[in-house]
């Protein structure tokens, strides 16, 4: 509650927003330091540069290095910051306050894996094998270390861990976190050139049929290791905190369903990279192609899975999605209770703007608590407390969820017990009074 003025996506909310930026984002990371792994394994496997299919293959990489990784990926990157700031301020604060030499680390790793890359595709084929092999190998180095500092920070939003910014960064969930994205990274790359290896544009063959399977057997070499993703992830499991585990082992369905379809297609790869890895197999376009989009899809469901199991919190078990800190809770209900309603509350942040600290800091300046009928009252108590996670009738619909909530004594109940009939939800912070403008504000909704 901090996020003034509170800017309402319709339909999708602001939360939807986040996660469709950070999924492409997610994917195109991953896809990045996967393509370092492959790019170093390839050139070792190529030392005299003449298997001209594994040199297609590194041209390739090249130019998906400058302009997926460098273009795409910061732009995406660049998106989630913009909208994290926007729908989720506290937490964003939060963040750069406690990692802030991090942040600092993670992106001068970017801005020498871009002088790398750009060095490394320009020169390429002008360089021994040497030089290429050391550009290959630091290239891989820095983009896989940008990964490790940002899944320490996201590991801390996972099982924090309230010391020095070193040691949240290394909390529980961080180690196990940081072998799966490696190895999703790594199946990632391999499935997208497994694609396009099979795309006669894209290759030039002096003997397609020996170097199309040197370039297999590179990407076959690492695709195998995908099997570790359930020691992994087994790993990761024993770090959550008890009530995560139990949203995605069956109390939230949505959750547990994503957790069982990142199984299942996790098992298909693992089966088939082996396979094709025993075999000594060429697979064909249509079977890579239906395994890229298995991974795709695993990674992408095992990102809301990963944001789902946090609920009710964006930084566990610090900061409630709405922006509200845990530990100030008895503090707000202190304050609800002298000034009679949460929207009369000063700002228990520092960082509201200086005017608002008078009082009505949730309210825009023009609107006067003591004019306002409980409706519009309760529409404010809403997009404070309710709207990072519902939207009025779109997507998570309040419309929706308050179904029965004509009977007044019902709908107290539910306000009352939100955070423990359904502990997704954070607890409700006001007075009775703000219990009834809600209510009333729901009540006109269907
Ligand atoms: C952290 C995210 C989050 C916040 C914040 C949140 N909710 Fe929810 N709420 C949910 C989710 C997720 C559901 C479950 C949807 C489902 O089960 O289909 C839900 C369900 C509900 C339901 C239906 C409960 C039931 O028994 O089926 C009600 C009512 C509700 N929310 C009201 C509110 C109100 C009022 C607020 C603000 C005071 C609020 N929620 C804040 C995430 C949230």
Redesign the pocket.
Known sequence: MGNYPFIQVPLISG?MIIAHIALVHVLLAHYSVGTGILLFGLEKADPDGKNEGIQSALDLLGVSIIYINFVIGAITGVGIWFSISIFSADATQFLIQKFVWLWGVEWTFFAVEIIIGYLYYYNRRLLPYKARKKLAFLYMVFTWLSLVVITGILGFMMTANEGSAISSWASASTWPSIGLRTISSISLACLVLMVLVNIKIFFNFNNESHEKRSVFQVIDGHLRWVFLMLPFGLWYRATLPATSITYAEGS???ISMFLMLTGFFSVIITVTAWYAYLHKRILQIEIAGVLLLLAIVTTCSTEFVREGIR????IQPVI???GIRKKDLNEWQKQVKLNKSVLLVNSLYPYTPKHKEAGQWLLPDKLNYYNMTRVERGKY??QS??????TINGF?A?KH??RG?EDKNFAEG??RN?HI??P???P???SESDQAD?INF?QTLN
């Open positions: 939360g939230s369905i949505p609920k009710p919190y964006i409630y999605s709405n108590i809403f407390q309710c709207s990072n996670c519902h998570n309040l969820a308050v909530w539910v306000l939100l009939s359904k997704f939800m954070p409700f912070i006001g809600l729901a």
